[in-house]
């Protein structure tokens, strides 16, 4: 903590990275590169960069597709496809978007709370995505 203010720690993979295997880390992660893998991340945030291409599943809080991904996202909160993105594969979360122009092909198993037991929460994606960039 600098001068009051928390630092909110985040990892980079650049476009001219390739990477073949898993990454699991505990803070926000931002792909520009190729992963053909899979990303396990805890209670942090994914977002994948319009050059970034995935081959694998992703697990996060919340996750912003800008890039190409084919395979499967697990977010504990909301998943967020953009117009760029080109996403093929299976989301399963509380809350989604797909901006219009995005290829977007999936089949969807969004969480609920049964009828009578309370209301879910809408969470501030766009505060928890600033903080990675």
Not at 47 to 75: S, T, Y
């Amino acid at each position: 903590m600098q001068n009051g203010l928390k630092q909110v720690e985040k990892t980079f993979i650049h476009s001219s990275t390739s990477i073949v295997g898993n990454i699991k880390t505990e803070e926000n992660l931002i792909i520009n590169g190729t992963l053909k893998g899979n990303v396990e991340i805890g209670d942090y945030n994914f977002f994948l960069g319009p050059n970034g291409r995935i081959e694998g599943e992703v697990h996060a809080k919340n996750v912003r597709i800008r890039g190409h991904m084919q395979g499967e996202i697990k977010a504990r909160e909301k998943v967020e496809i953009t117009k760029e993105a080109a996403f093929s594969g299976k989301i399963k979360s509380k809350s989604i978007s797909v901006e219009e122009g995005a290829y977007f092909d999936a089949y969807v198993d969004l969480d609920r709370e049964s009828p009578g037991t309370g209301i879910l929460e809408e969470t501030s994606f766009e505060k928890a995505i600033a903080e990675l960039v």
